[in-house]
């Protein structure tokens, strides 16, 4: 962690320097950001545009305050590596309850109105991320991206009590969006307010007004199933009941086990009657003690003693998805936003919704803030729905059929009907669908901001269009072993990452790179430092103690900040004991330039002398 570098600073150096007023008790008249919604995509992007002293945000929420309890709890690798960014991965892993290993139950052949384990698997692969996944509540989640939210320069908070009624745009006005919230505090007779935004996001859930207003729909079907789930204190004789646990009975249904943190608490998702095609699940007046005793049936012969229930909930399955996450019609830039449940629903055993909404949000925060900073062009916003409306698309095509697969019959000798699934092969699909589930398969296709991967031979494990996979190395300055990808931080900046080749000591790249034809001192304003807008750092195979910093290119220890202090952490080494050219299969004669966005995803490889290439990219998405 780098700080002290504009003057020394005593106290907390994760709260930055103030830039800005105090939090307004009401929201300001005009925004260049306006987020509707306080759940994980709101959230994620508060804390995002937090990080910028000059881009103005208002976020609001209809809720009275933050959300204490309950709903989504299932943390993907991925995710954890994006709080990494955020700088509050190490508080959610101390908290969180591991998942480490699944096992799988099946009706006992012998006794079939009884369960038997029929496998256990490790949860995620090997080398699959350097984060596991994790269960935390949601709350915990919205408590530390608060806090990232209060310690920025605008010491951003959000407006509770707020409710969105409508908006209007209007291209000719400096700020387009104009939105009428209504505001009941404490039960007072409501007012009406007013604010004007440049930008209007809705992270207002599947019902969102904010998706209404600009004419957009969630299309798909329900699959007439009714869940409830449950977070409780139990006392039971079930052996795995501090293990993630998926159970199928023969007659009586299904039960998903997920251990939470705590090391006591447990919820359980339990699979309740097929609904009518024209019923839904609030017309069935389920009760908590119908709950639990549905969970006793299809967990026999293990009891089951519920000592307190902590919170619960019914719902139904269901998968939806709206075609467009933007308002952009007939070739104009789009000035209003979907994501999260806004833009796609789906049943939550798989525990991908708060995790792909926060990638929504993740995806569009640093498009955003490089708009209204003058980086680049509005016409990049159109990138957001392209890419976030794709990955929806193929999260709906793999919920459905898991979800039909978990709420499957077993299927056995006597019962091989359409709605059944043989446990083996639901437990060979669990396995296969690791990497979706992890949150580490997601790929952009070629774009303006993803590369057609002509040059993947030089890094094979790095794979272009996907999330830049981190992997051990030694800081050079002071011999720090560190993973590469935890330099990448949730700041907005894109990345060039050059890894030095047998016989390239990177010194044509670096005065090519310092020279005026580069992207970094074209795009970098005048007076702000050199890494500003693009991070170049290094990644030598040679030995840390090996290399001379004195012998470096100067664009490797950049002078920053008032007092132009030299910044030694630009320069790594691979790590012997984990190298990273050999875990990511660099080419170890050639070496290779990575370009990184500022969402951490690969936008290409490219050969160290391809300088020219470098600069092209850059002009495509960057203003100078």
């Not at 090391?263 to 024209?278: F, H, M, Q, S, T």
């Not at 969970?295 to 467009?324: F, H, N």
């Not at 990955?391 to 059929?401: K, Y």
């Not at 699934?421 to 669908?433: G, L, T």
Request: some cysteine.
């Amino acid at each position: 962690m780098q700080y002290h570098l504009n003057g020394f600073r005593a106290g907390s150096p994760d709260i930055a320097a103030s830039t800005g007023p105090d939090h307004p008790a009401a929201p300001p008249a005009q925004v260049d950001v306006l987020i509707v919604g306080c759940g994980p995509a709101g959230l994620t992007l508060a804390a995002q545009l937090s990080a910028f002293g000059d881009i103005s945000t208002c976020i609001v929420d209809q809720k009275s305050g933050p959300l204490q309890i309950g709903q989504a709890d299932g943390i993907a690798c991925r995710s954890v590596e994006m709080f990494e960014a955020f700088g509050f991965s190490e508080r959610v892993l101390r908290e969180a309850y591991w998942v480490n290993e699944t096992t799988f139950w099946k009706p006992d052949p012998a006794r079939p109105d009884h369960i038997a384990r029929s496998g256990r698997i490790q949860d995620t692969e090997d080398g699959l991320s350097e984060m596991p996944h994790v269960i935390l509540s949601q709350a915990r989640v919205h408590d530390f991206y608060l806090d990232v939210m209060r310690q920025g320069p605008r010491r951003l908070e959000p407006h509770y009590d707020r409710k969105f009624m409508s908006l209007t745009r209007d291209d000719s006005a400096d700020y387009p969006i104009t939105v009428t919230i209504e505001h009941k505090p404490d039960g007072a007779a409501p007012v009406s307010e007013t604010i004007h935004a440049r930008y209007v996001i809705g992270c207002d859930g599947a019902r969102s007004g904010v998706r209404r207003a600009i004419g957009r729909d969630l299309v798909g079907d329900a699959a007439n199933q009714a869940w409830g789930v449950m977070d409780v204190l139990v006392e039971t004789d079930f052996p795995d009941i501090r293990l993630k646990s998926v159970i199928h009975s023969a007659a009586q249904g299904s039960v998903l086990v997920i251990p939470r943190e705590g090391g006591y608490l447990v919820r359980l998702y339990i699979e309740l009657d097929k609904l009518n095609p024209d019923e839904r699940v609030s017309q069935k007046n389920i009760t908590a003690p119908q709950l639990i005793a549905a969970a006793q049936r299809i967990m026999a012969p293990y009891t089951l003693e519920v000592k307190e229930i902590a919170w619960w909930s019914v719902y139904e399955i269901g998968q939806r998805l709206c075609d467009q996450f933007d308002d952009a019609e007939n070739g104009a830039d789009p000035r209003v936003f979907i994501a999260g449940d806004a833009g796609h629903t789906h049943s939550p055993k798989a525990g991908q919704g708060m995790n792909v909404s926060m990638g929504d949000a993740f995806n569009l925060g640093w498009k955003l803030a490089a708009v209204l900073r003058g980086q680049s062009a509005p016409s990049l916003l159109h990138s957001y729905s392209a890419e976030r409306q794709a990955i929806a698309q193929e999260l709906i095509d793999f919920d459905r059929a898991f979800a039909k697969m978990f709420s499957a019959r077993p299927k056995t000798a006597q019962d091989a009907g359409q709605d059944t699934v043989d446990p083996a092969e639901f437990q060979r699909y669990f396995q296969k669908q690791g990497r979706f589930t992890a949150g580490t398969s997601v790929h952009y296709g070629p774009s303006l901001l993803v590369g057609d991967a002509q040059h993947q031979h030089l890094a094979k494990g790095l794979v272009v269009g996907m999330r830049f996979h981190s992997a051990p190395v030694i800081r050079v300055a002071d011999a720090k072993p560190v993973h590469l990808g935890h330099m990448l931080k949730a700041e907005g900046r894109w990345h060039i990452l050059a890894f030095a080749g047998e016989d390239n000591d990177l010194k044509s790249l670096c005065r090519y790179l310092g020279s005026n034809l580069s992207p970094i001192v074209k795009m970098t304003p005048r007076g702000a430092d050199a890494d500003a807008v693009i991070d170049f750092r290094a990644i030598y195979q040679t030995a840390h103690r090996d290399i001379d910093l004195r012998a470096l290119p100067s664009l490797l220890l950049p002078k920053k900040g008032k007092h132009q202090l030299t910044d030694y952490e630009k320069i790594f080494s691979a790590d012997p004991a984990s190298d990273i050219f050999d875990l990511r299969e660099i080419d170890r004669a050639s070496g290779c330039i990575l370009i990184v966005r500022p969402d951490q995803y690969i936008a290409d490889v490219l050969p160290l002398d391809a300088h020219s290439a470098v600069s092209e990219f850059f002009e495509t998405v960057l203003t100078a």
